[in-house]
């Protein structure tokens, strides 16, 4: 095999490669933007059980905080535009979530409980509610204790949630999206080599 037809086959190799990451961080997208915005419920209030974060828990296992942050930050956007109208504070909350996603989760072989239930605890208090009461009171004209108690409220409701679903996935799911990522990387490398 020439030199050339080899650079070209590798060349093709990273093209499928980045093809792959692509249209899965656009299936992600769309999928966190239907968790949050049509499975959340209740639909309307102030307090809301959504799992929209599962699927950018998945691009941050994959691929890391730099892909699990531009999709969260997408999706709320692209759920806002259509919905509710943007608010840049919010999505800045969204992609600092996926961002603190890929930093605990990536290249986890298994997430394991401690580990979730300290993203969720630690970094769901620190986001969730520290980050977004601001928001409540300059922009909803909440007083701080109204805006404290309704972040508590919500993540309070979404905190074992997120922890429970995470675990199962971690369970069920991700084994199964690491054996077919091992399976497709192990491809890659024989198509490589010939």
């Known amino acids: 095999m020439s030199k050339f037809s080899k650079k070209t086959r590798k060349m093709s190799q990273n093209s499928r490669a980045a093809l792959i990451r692509l249209t899965t961080t656009a299936m992600m997208v769309a999928l966190a933007f239907v968790f949050a915005r049509w499975l959340g419920f209740p639909q309307n209030g102030d307090f ?22 531009t999709a969260y930050g997408l999706a709320d956007f692209i759920g806002a535009l259509l919905y509710t109208g943007v608010n840049p504070f919010i999505m800045i909350c969204k992609i ?4 603190a996603l890929g930093l605990f989760f990536y290249k986890k072989e298994k ?3 401690v ?7 630690v970094g769901g208090f620190i986001i969730d509610v520290l980050m977004m009461m601001p928001i409540w009171v300059f922009m909803f004209g909440n007083t701080w204790s109204q805006a404290f108690y309704f972040r508590m409220i919500g993540y309070a409701i979404n905190t074992p949630v ?3 679903v995470l675990a199962v996935a971690d369970k069920y799911l991700f084994p199964a999206l690491r054996k077919h990522l091992l399976k497709e990387n192990h491809n890659n490398a024989k198509h490589e080599n010939e």
């Open 111 to 113: 997430i394991g409980l």
């Open 162 to 164: 997120r922890i429970i």
């Open 96 to 99: 600092i979530y996926g961002l």
């Open 48 to 69: 809301r059980i959504e799992i929209s974060f599962l699927p950018i828990a998945v691009l941050a296992m994959l691929y890391g905080p730099i892909w699990s942050a």
């Open 115 to 121: 580990r979730n239930i300290l993203f969720f605890v």
